[in-house]
């Protein structure tokens, strides 16, 4: 049984290890590279799954081993507090199809909804990445832009979609 919580500092070697296969699995859909996601120390890793009031990373764990992960973050400033931005969906292929996704995405819409109050939610996919788009509009969001070239890899370029989700 898989089951879903905030991660903690001491999760730092499993999620990084996650981000790794993520780099490799999906190239196109995660923005740093595998040099880039290496050359973070696990300190650097602690603290950027450490929950505070602007942050909170997600895991999907099964037993010891961490499946799945998402993180919300959003920004201090008053005026732009009521939204929040969810970042870094990944599940590990052999554990896909399974509602991993669907259930890292609605732990961290109730802790930005409940615990930021906030009431709205953005996202941006890989205008070519069909399952993610298809799995976010289930999950209530909707296309509002698109940003062309927003990535480049190996010389060729990637539009992203802009998605949002009206929480209330």
């Known amino acids: 049984m898989v089951i879903v919580r905030l991660l903690a500092p ?3 070697e499993r ?13 196109i859909s995660i923005w740093p590279t595998r040099d880039e996601e290496m050359a973070r120390s696990i ?21 010891e081993v961490l499946a799945g992960i998402t993180g919300v973050r959003r920004e201090p400033l008053r005026q732009v507090s009521h939204k929040a931005t969810i970042w870094g969906v990944f599940v590990n ?17 109730t802790h930005a909804s409940a615990d930021w109050n906030t009431i709205q939610l953005m996202l941006c996919v890989n205008a070519e990445n069909v399952a993610a788009k298809n799995l976010y509009a289930s999950q209530g969001f909707e296309t509002f832009g698109l940003e062309p070239r927003a990535m480049q890899i ?3 370029f990637y539009d992203e979609e802009h998605m949002c989700k009206r929480l209330r």
Do not use: W
């Open 154 to 156: 190996n010389g060729r």
């Open 15 to 27: 999620f990084k290890s996650l981000r790794l296969l993520a780099v490799e699995n999906s190239p």
């Open 10 to 12: 001491n999760d730092a």
């Open 93 to 109: 292929p052999s554990y896909r199809g399974q509602g991993i996704a669907g259930t890292l995405l609605a732990g961290a819409t």
């Open 43 to 63: 300190e650097e890793t602690a603290n950027r799954i450490r929950v505070t009031p602007t942050q909170a990373v997600f895991g999907a764990f099964d037993g």
